[in-house]
């Protein structure tokens, strides 16, 4: 019996290798590794050096003056998730010192949308880098006041596991700066992108 069910394990184990590939049999045997930053930080691993908290708006006015004058903050909305999903409305209070923002977001315009793509994906090559993802995105819009049509493309960048912001994000948002300062400034359709009035 005990031979038998030897058998016919290493029948299954050679039949397993001659059907899936050397790269998925060595991927298989390879120890799982936890990835510090897919988790909410805590007291013992914060890769993010802020506490498990997001930036508060007075610190991001205060950063902002260090990158372009293109990136905006994106404000909190007055809907707040708990960690179990649930939605809350935020009590509302004057003061905005109190209320991390969730983003910053700067926009550009293109000729067209091979350029847009092709400048998005230098971005998306810029943030790889970086190991720090933003939502890069493009869209054709209806500009009223010029009665035309443009391409934007926009880069937003925040910190999912802090639900805000981190110091991440404006050091991203100062790789991009550079980067269509030195490189891209072709892929734009005017050296000012906000020309969107």
């Known amino acids: 019996n005990a031979t038998a069910a030897i058998t016919k394990h290493t029948t299954l184990s050679i039949r397993t290798r001659a059907i899936a590939p050397y790269s998925l049999r060595r991927a298989s045997n390879k120890i799982k590794q936890n990835d510090p930053t897919a988790r909410r930080p805590t007291k013992v691993c914060d890769p993010y050096q802020q506490g498990g908290k997001p930036l508060t708006y007075a610190e991001c006015k205060r950063l902002l003056a260090t990158i372009d004058i293109d990136w905006k903050i994106v404000p909190s909305s007055n809907i707040e998730h708990d ?24 926009e550009f315009t293109h000729e067209n949308y091979i350029k847009a793509s092709e400048f998005l994906s230098r971005m998306a090559a810029v943030s790889h880098v970086q190991n720090h993802y933003p939502v890069l995105s493009m869209e054709r819009r209806l500009i009223p006041s010029k009665r035309s049509w443009q391409i934007v493309s926009s880069i937003e960048c925040h910190t999912l596991l802090l639900k805000g912001l981190s110091y991440n994000d404006f050091q991203l948002a100062m790789y991009v700066d550079i980067e269509v300062k030195q490189r891209l400034g072709h892929l734009l359709l005017s050296s000012s992108s906000s020309s969107l009035d």
């Open 83 to 106: 960690d179990n999903g649930s939605a809350q409305l935020r009590t509302s209070t004057t003061d905005y010192d109190d209320i991390p923002p969730t983003a910053i977001r700067r």
